[in-house]
Every structure is written in C-alpha cells, then in structure tokens.
C-alpha cells in the first residue's frame, strides 16, 4: 500500500497507473473508519484495478461552532485496516497541502444544498462539494464510492458530477448498521451507553415506517407519529421527512419511491439516518 501526502507525487503515481489502461476508484472519508468504510473500499475493489481512499477532515465543511477541533481522528488505525483490505493508495494531506492560499473559489449545488441538513448547517455542502472536486481533480478517478447514509450528500455529488461533465462514475452503497441496527458513524463514538441506547429508537422508527409503506399506508401523517415518539424518548429533531429520492424535493405522501430521511440530536450528538422505498 502506498501512502501520499502531496498531490504532486499522488498525480504522477495515478497517471503512470493509467497510462497502463488500469482503472481507479476513489473511496473519500475523514478517517476514523468503521465497517461502513470498509463496505465502499470491498466496492471500488471489486469495480476498479486501483483503489484510492482519501483521509482529509475538511475544515471548509464544518461551521464555526461544531466539531472540527474533536472530530476522531486515528490515523495508524485507520492504515492498518486499509492495508489489510488490500487498499492501494492512502492520501493524507495536511490542510496546508489542500488550501495552500486562502481559498475563493466553492462548489455549489443551488437549492438541492439549501435544504434538509443545509438549513441547519448553512455551508456545509458548499465545503463538501468543492473539496470533492478537488479530490476528483487530484485523483482523476473512474468511479467515486459514497454511501447512502448520507443521502442528501449522495443527491447533491450526483448533480454535480452531472452538471459539471465530470466523467466519473458515482457509486452509492447501502447504509451499514450495528448489530443494535444504529447507523455506523464516525460520531457514535461520542455517544454515552445511555445516549447510544435513546440513539436506537432512529432505527426503529425509521424501520416502523418503512413496515407502513410497504403495508401500502402512503398517509404523510405516519411522520407525525413517529415525530412525536421520537421526542418523547429524549430526541431532539432537526428534521424528518419524506422526499423525492432524485432531487429531495417534499414530498405530500409516502408513495414510492420515497426517501424518508432524519437529523436529530441525542445530547450533544447530531445524528443522521434514512430509509429508502423504491417501490
């Protein structure tokens, strides 16, 4: 496994690689990898003949009162499970290497990046969206794997590959759960046992919707219920809603296909997770 910190000496490794007709995948995380991860890295693997995972927490994607400082980051940790998945290429680079100057120019997706978790993290995909760009300058990849947990992010990198004339391939992969059905992140890791255990009533929810719409109940007011459960046991809500799964628009029922997609606080932790019915 190759490890890059610098753009210069990644660029001419990948285009030596390419000039020999092989393919490249790119698996991009902010570190701290779970199993998640890993099912993007056993993708591209399958998919492509070099695989590139980048580890970057991207300081232009965090607003000034969140979590950037205390993001988890295990850098040794996260080589070695790369380097036993049989990952190709690590890029490390220092914000110093991905901002060398003040940076003017962002990527923006207008209204698909203004809604859900854009209301309450204003910026946020603003930074997404340009250090991805970035990465698909740096890397020139084939393929770039995200995973559906982050559906409102899918969406937007999916328009902007589009609108951009990015000639790469976007590969979505299914959301990864604990054994206790808790979506895998990054930031579970701040959760108390107490917290983790209120966290479980997402899942179950969601999935409780789910079961209705697939029983044919399309009745939006399904979410209300669910909204108020959610409350009940501790749960702060930023949002839940039912959206179209092409570009998040809301939706007035839960007729397939639907996107039923939720932001909520337990503590001090804001949690994302979603459901999916395509018909």
Known sequence: ?????????????????????????????????????????????????????????????????????????????????????GVDVVFCPTVEEMYPEEQLCFVEVKELQDRLCGLFRPGHFRGVCTVVTKLFNIVQPDFAHFGEKDYQQLVILRKMVKDLDFPIKIVPSPIVRDADNLALSSRNSYLTADER?????????????????????????????????????????????????????EKTDLAPPVAVLLAGWVGKVRLIDNI????
Do not use: C
């Open 197 to 249: 255990k209120i966290a479980l009533n997402i899942s179950k929810e969601l999935f409780w919707i789910k079961e209705k719409i697939e029983e044919g109940n399309y009745d939006i007011k399904i979410l209300e219920e669910s909204r108020g459960r959610l409350q009940e046991k501790g749960i702060k809500l930023d949002y839940l809603k039912a959206v179209s799964t092409d570009n998040l628009e």
């Open 1 to 85: 496994m190759r490890v890059f910190f610098d753009k210069k000496s990644l660029r001419k490794f990948l285009e030596e690689n390419r000039s020999l007709g092989k393919t490249v995948s790119l698996v991009p995380t902010m570190g701290f990898l779970h199993k998640g991860h890993i099912s993007l890295v056993r993708r591209a693997r399958g998919m492509s003949s070099i695989v590139v995972v980048s580890i970057f927490v991207n300081p232009i994607q965090f607003g000034p009162n969140e979590d950037l400082d205390r993001y988890p980051r295990d850098l040794g940790s996260d080589l070695r499970l790369l380097d036993k998945e």
């Open 276 to 279: 999916i019915v395509e018909s």
